[in-house]
């Protein structure tokens, strides 16, 4: 099977994560599956977890609430993305916090830039993912951050795969 890789890069110097992942799907499918909660909930976590949001108002100033349930259906832990920033079909940003079931979140939290192209029928999505603190982002890929995004997005490739109806 050849499927596109993900690549990761880690500047500690500016403490950021860089992803870069192609899909062999149409552009609009892809940011869809991004920033439409029905499509995110169904690969947005690496298996055998899986994303379950409880509210996503997908504009600026808007937030997505969601947590990551275990294959026994425990939720186990809630995250937020309060949306910053949103140029359609190209870009979006936001600030991504763990948080309580009551949507406290635990900060610092860290800023994601995601920048979606195409060419030639594949759509690239580029994510920028900056800390506040070193600490905060070697903690994150202690925890195998790497590891779980590189399995998430191979999910939106499987469903990808199994969506070229649109």
């Known amino acids: 099977m050849n499927s596109p890789q993900v690549s990761v890069t880690v500047d500690k110097s500016t403490k950021t994560v860089y992803i870069t992942r192609e899909f062999a799907a149409p552009h609009s ?3 869809d599956a991004f920033t439409k909660q029905e499509i995110l909930d169904q690969w947005w976590a690496p298996k055998p977890l ?37 140029s359609p079909k190209t870009n979006f940003k936001f600030l991504s916090a763990f948080a309580d079931k009551d949507e406290t979140p635990h900060l610092p939290g860290s800023n994601w830039d995601l920048n979606f192209s ?27 951050f790497k590891e779980a995004l590189t399995m998430t997005l191979n999910e939106l490739e499987t469903l990808l795969n199994g969506n070229n109806h649109e």
């Open 118 to 144: 195409e060419q030639n029928g594949i759509t690239k999505v580029s994510i920028s993912i900056f800390n506040d603190s070193l600490e905060r982002m070697e903690k994150m890929i202690e925890m195998g």
């Open 29 to 31: 499918l892809v940011w």
């Open 50 to 86: 899986t994303s379950k949001t409880k509210r996503m108002d997908f504009k600026v100033g808007g937030r997505r609430f969601y947590a990551m349930v275990s294959p026994e259906g425990k939720e186990i832990g809630w995250q937020i993305q309060d949306y910053t920033s949103i």
